[in-house]
């Protein structure tokens, strides 16, 4: 019998037929969702035949929604992901002068989905534009609800900017360092320590789980010192307080190499090493972006504030074959509601005509198996797809770029998958 997922302290409590919710999603969102859950629905059959099935249950955001309800974002949608727990939809188009600034901000905040966790890997055979794709191997988590993305912006010339500016001026001895008082557009960028904190113990409870290497707290503290800067030290001090055994920092090895020496502190890391400990370590923004392309290996779980993480997770998606098979999941680890999503939009030049490539929106429901712990089922749709690039069998976006590859619709791609199911 259908029922829904549950989280019971820490663990997250998955019936054999969880009803999922979906958003279909706009443009080609039609398009990609059902080969989608054929795909998902086919891999946890060949996983646990007829033991367990995901019941799925449409619920409406975007244009369709729109359509049906005069609503963009119902509130029956927000609380469906409520009552499942768990979701997965499609691109949605942002509404021009709907008074929504963007429908997934919304569901973000509205559910205080606080980590944006895009895992990056390459698939054998699919085009890219470094020379070792297969060394790119990097799980980004990206703090959701804070910094310059808070959306506290005033507008040059606003009275709310001419009074922040007199407060700033007057108050707070603000003077040379605001170029143009008189025109400049002000924006506010608040990072707490609950907010770093909550972000990087995701970030090292799944590092741990899966014995990954390290986690990187990415930022511009040498710049911004209090809000980027403060980030970093949070991480640390998260970290050596409360996973203490689990890992070693880098604060640790600086320690020990000021008080002993650099031998010494090399010593401790290699025994952290050998003894499975994650290392965290940190790395200037700019410098990360050079390093991921020169020594991606050096990097696994990162960890990082909102606007760093909008851009590197372009990067890196860019390095193993781009948007179109680049998965996603907005989480918030403490109660349970994740939304798993296709990483790209609407894509609308292209809907309707088969083009479009299902990858993105079928790697983020292998990420939802992972996450409700099916992880049989994840494998198999993994493997499948690694099968189908590796024998060129692709969508329009992909046959363009590798020679001798068969072109195959969004919908035979996903047949393809399904047939490749081993
Ligand atoms: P887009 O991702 O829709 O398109 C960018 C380019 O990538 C286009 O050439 C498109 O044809 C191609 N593309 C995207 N997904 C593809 C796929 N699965 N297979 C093959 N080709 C694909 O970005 P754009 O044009 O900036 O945005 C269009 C709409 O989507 C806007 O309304 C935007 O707000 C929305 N959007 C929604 C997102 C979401 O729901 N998560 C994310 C990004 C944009």
């Not at 975007?62 to 609380?79: M, N, R, S, V």
């Not at 992972?370 to 099968?387: F, I, L, Q, R, S």
């Amino acid at each position: 019998m259908a029922d829904k997922i549950i989280k019971s302290g820490e663990q997250l409590k998955v019936p054999d037929n969880p009803v999922i919710p979906f958003i279909e999603g706009d443009g080609i969102g039609k398009d990609i969702m059902g080969p989608s859950q054929r795909v998902i629905d086919a891999a946890v059959q060949k996983s646990y035949g007829t033991s367990r099935k995901i019941e799925w249950k449409e619920v409406l955001a975007g244009e369709k929604a729109y359509l049906q309800t005069g609503h963009w974002l119902p509130e029956e949608t927000i609380e469906a992901f409520r009552e499942y727990l768990i979701g997965i939809k499609g691109p949605l188009a942002t509404p021009v002068g709907g008074g929504i600034r963007s429908l997934n901000v919304a569901l973000r905040q509205t559910l205080d989905l606080f980590v944006c966790l895009r895992p990056v890997r390459w698939f054998k055979g699919v085009p890219s534009p470094v020379r070792y794709p297969h060394l790119v191997d990097m799980h980004i988590f990206r703090e959701n609800t804070e910094d310059i993305y808070a959306g506290i912006e005033f507008m040059t010339g606003s009275p709310e900017a001419e009074k922040l500016m007199k407060f700033m001026k007057d108050e707070l001895g603000v003077t040379d360092q605001v170029r143009f008082p008189e025109n400049s557009s002000f924006g506010v960028k608040p990072i707490s320590r609950e907010g770093s904190e909550r972000l990087v113990r995701a970030a090292l409870h799944y590092a741990i789980e899966r014995q990954l290497p390290s986690v990187t707290l990415v930022h511009k503290g040498n710049i911004m010192k209090f809000t980027e800067g403060a980030f970093k030290n949070y991480g640390y001090d998260l970290a050596e307080k409360d996973f203490g055994d689990k890992v070693f920092t880098w604060r640790m090895y600086e320690k020990i190499r000021s008080e002993k020496s650099i031998l010494d502190a090399d010593k401790a890391l290699e025994e952290a090493k050998k003894t499975g400990k994650v290392i965290v370590k940190d790395v200037i923004t700019d410098a990360f972006l050079q390093e991921s392309l020169l020594r991606p290996y050096d990097y696994s779980v990162i960890a990082t504030m909102n606007l760093n993480g909008d851009y590197i997770s372009d990067q890196l998606a860019a390095m193993v074959g781009g948007i179109g098979i680049s998965p996603g999941a907005n989480i918030n680890y403490n109660n349970g509601y994740a939304i798993f999503e296709a990483t790209h939009g609407t894509a609308p030049a292209i809907a309707g005509t088969g083009k479009a490539n299902p990858g993105s929106l079928i790697l983020s429901g292998v990420m939802m198996l992972e996450y409700m712990g099916w992880t049989k089922a994840a494998e198999h749709v993994y493997d499948a797809m690694d099968h189908t690039f590796a024998k060129r069998r692709v969508t329009s976006d992909l046959h363009a770029q590798m020679e001798g590859a068969t072109l195959l619709s969004t919908s035979e791609f996903a047949d393809e998958i399904i047939r490749n199911m081993h």
